[in-house]
């Protein structure tokens, strides 16, 4: 006879799947990290009962910074990481913490400062031996389970592997337009996009009756 510990538990896996499963989906067409931030914000509590969480991917040039907190989220570019976060990235190593631990020189940040935080725990994302992401989650009723760390990993690793690829892409495209639109010798617009511009001053001019200077 199957136990209703054992029914409780696959029920709990089954909705967690069915919510990450949504989430990804919604993540895979959006093209705006800041909108995927404040997705991942509104569901994680329901995937892995994360109330604050802040995921940092590594980009060519600096990082990108994931956050979301109660439902709201936001997503930034940075050139360096906060002392404790650069820490954490050195170090590369996941725990967990009843709170972040904090250093007179190097505080947690504000979200992972909360007294109301049960846990908060350090999750790398390596990829070939190397530290490519690094989320930060908070907890505030009870401690993570087994069950929730596997599902902040199964997150990471896709939102890690997401970002990064689609900045990538942004990037070669504004290199490419760069490249289409500017002499190569002298950094100049070249001729067409010259015109391309005159033209749509001149139409903006007519329809608006404004000089063009």
């Given at each position: 006879m199957?136990?209703?510990?054992?029914?409780?538990?696959?029920?709990q896996?089954?909705?967690?799947?069915?919510?990450?499963?949504?989430l990804l989906s919604?993540?895979?067409?959006?093209e705006?990290?800041?909108?995927?931030?404040?997705?991942?914000?509104?569901?994680?509590k329901?995937?892995?009962?994360?109330v604050?969480?802040?995921?940092?991917?590594k980009?060519?040039?600096?990082?990108a910074?994931?956050q979301?907190h109660?439902?709201?989220?936001?997503?930034?570019?940075?050139l360096?990481?906060?002392?404790?976060?650069?820490?954490?990235?050195?170090?590369c190593t996941?725990?967990c913490?009843?709170?972040?631990?904090?250093?007179?020189?190097?505080p947690?940040p504000?979200?992972?400062?909360?007294?109301?935080?049960?846990?908060?725990n350090?999750?790398?994302?390596v990829q070939?031996?190397?530290?490519?992401g690094?989320?930060?989650?908070?907890?505030?009723?009870?401690?993570?389970?087994?069950l929730?760390?596997?599902?902040m990993?199964?997150?990471?690793?896709?939102?890690?592997e997401?970002?990064?690829?689609?900045?990538?892409r942004?990037?070669?495209?504004?290199?490419?337009?760069?490249?289409?639109?500017?002499d190569?010798?002298?950094g100049?617009?070249?001729?067409?996009?010259?015109?391309?511009?005159?033209?749509?001053?001149?139409?903006?001019?007519?329809r608006?009756s404004?000089?063009?200077?």
């Amino acid at each position: 006879m199957t136990s209703p510990h054992w029914n409780d538990r696959a029920m709990q896996q089954l909705v967690r799947y069915e919510s990450l499963f949504a989430l990804l989906s919604e993540l895979q067409s959006q093209e705006d990290i800041s909108k995927m931030a404040q997705a991942v914000a509104r569901q994680f509590k329901y995937i892995a009962s994360v109330v604050s969480y802040r995921l940092i991917v590594k980009l060519d040039v600096g990082f990108a910074i994931l956050q979301g907190h109660r439902g709201s989220g936001h997503a930034e570019r940075v050139l360096t990481l906060s002392p404790w976060e650069a820490q954490q990235w050195q170090h590369c190593t996941p725990w967990c913490a009843p709170q972040a631990t904090r250093t007179p020189d190097a505080p947690a940040p504000e979200i992972f400062q909360d007294p109301k935080l049960t846990e908060v725990n350090v999750l790398p994302v390596v990829q070939n031996g190397t530290c490519t992401g690094l989320l930060v989650a908070g907890a505030r009723h009870h401690p993570f389970s087994a069950l929730d760390h596997r599902f902040m990993r199964l997150l990471a690793l896709y939102l890690e592997e997401r970002v990064a690829a689609l900045l990538m892409r942004q990037r070669a495209m504004e290199a490419l337009l760069s490249k289409a639109s500017t002499d190569a010798l002298t950094g100049l617009l070249n001729h067409g996009t010259i015109l391309e511009r005159l033209n749509s001053q001149l139409a903006l001019s007519r329809r608006t009756s404004l000089p063009l200077c």
